[in-house]
């Protein structure tokens, strides 16, 4: 989603139409700011980016690129905002950013279930323990739950993906924040919680943890 917001006064001798990507991005992300000079119009000498937030103000002077564009970046944001632009005497609307929480895993809890042969019944792991050491051909099966409503999760091996089954968990509000599925055990790999939220925001620098497979000697 692109959004375009521009002014131009009567007296203004500059005319830009600025843009970002989104008005809506995940804390800790960058958001490039392009600011670009109508045809026609004077190209200034000097763009300024101008936000203003909960912490205060700021100004940026923004790199003409080669193509002649304006380009700033406003990194790892952490809080809504309000930016625009100046030259001269042109002064852009205003975009108000929405910084959006990513999700995180709250809580998730791995059950062991051994092959038949064994005779073994399922072993239930401490809570948030992901590293996973058992017979090869025993199921992995998780439960566990998301600090916001998500769309999709998925444990991300190296060499396979897993999608996870995405479940309210009964609240009020009837969130979508469980997520549950199971694997097979058969080689050695590691593996990720990643997520995706209803605001397609991902998940941030998930944790990886390893699997490792066990040869019955019995």
Same mark, same amino acid.
């Given at each position: 989603?692109?959004?375009?917001? @521009?002014?131009?006064?009567?007296?203004?001798?500059?005319?830009?139409?600025?843009?970002?990507?989104?008005?809506?991005?995940?804390q800790g992300e960058d958001l490039?700011?392009?600011?670009?000079?109508?045809?026609?119009?004077?190209?200034?000498?000097?763009?300024?980016?101008?936000?203003?937030?909960?912490?205060?103000?700021?100004?940026?002077?923004?790199?003409?690129?080669?193509?002649?564009?304006? @380009?700033?970046?406003?990194e790892h944001l952490k809080a809504?905002?309000?930016?625009?632009?100046?030259?001269?005497?042109?002064?852009?609307?205003?975009?108000?950013?929405?910084?959006?929480?990513?999700?995180?895993?709250?809580?998730? @809890?791995?059950?062991?279930?051994?092959?038949?042969?064994?005779? +073994?019944?399922?072993?239930?792991?401490?809570?948030?323990?992901?590293?996973?050491?058992?017979?090869?051909?025993?199921?992995?099966?998780?439960?566990?739950?998301?600090?916001?409503?998500?769309?999709?999760?998925?444990?991300?091996?190296?060499?396979?993906?897993?999608?996870?089954?995405?479940?309210?968990?009964?609240?009020?509000?009837?969130?979508?924040?469980?997520?549950?599925?199971?694997?097979?055990?058969?080689?050695?790999?590691?593996?990720?919680?990643a997520m995706e939220d209803a605001?397609?925001? +991902?998940?941030?620098?998930?944790?990886?943890?390893?699997?490792?497979?066990?040869?019955?000697?019995?």
């Open positions: 989603i692109t959004a375009h917001e @521009q002014v131009q006064d009567e007296d203004s001798a500059y005319e830009l139409e600025v843009s970002v990507p989104s008005t809506r991005i995940g490039p700011v392009t600011a670009v000079s109508k045809e026609g119009t004077r190209r200034p000498s000097r763009v300024i980016l101008h936000t203003r937030g909960s912490g205060g103000g700021g100004e940026f002077s923004m790199s003409m690129q080669s193509d002649g564009s304006y @380009q700033g970046v406003l809504d905002l309000t930016l625009w632009v100046t030259a001269g005497d042109f002064r852009s609307q205003e975009f108000a950013i929405r910084v959006l929480e990513k999700p995180v895993v709250r809580t998730f @809890q791995f059950t062991l279930i051994p092959p038949e042969y064994t005779g +073994k019944g399922p072993e239930v792991l401490t809570p948030n323990s992901g590293h996973l050491r058992a017979l090869r051909g025993s199921r992995a099966r998780i439960e566990g739950t998301a600090s916001k409503p998500l769309r999709s999760a998925t444990l991300q091996f190296a060499k396979k993906a897993v999608p996870l089954t995405v479940g309210a968990t009964g609240d009020e509000r009837g969130e979508e924040t469980r997520f549950s599925g199971e694997f097979l055990i058969e080689e050695a790999d590691n593996y990720v919680i605001e397609q925001l +991902k998940a941030n620098h998930p944790v990886s943890y390893q699997v490792t497979p066990i040869k019955d000697l019995d």
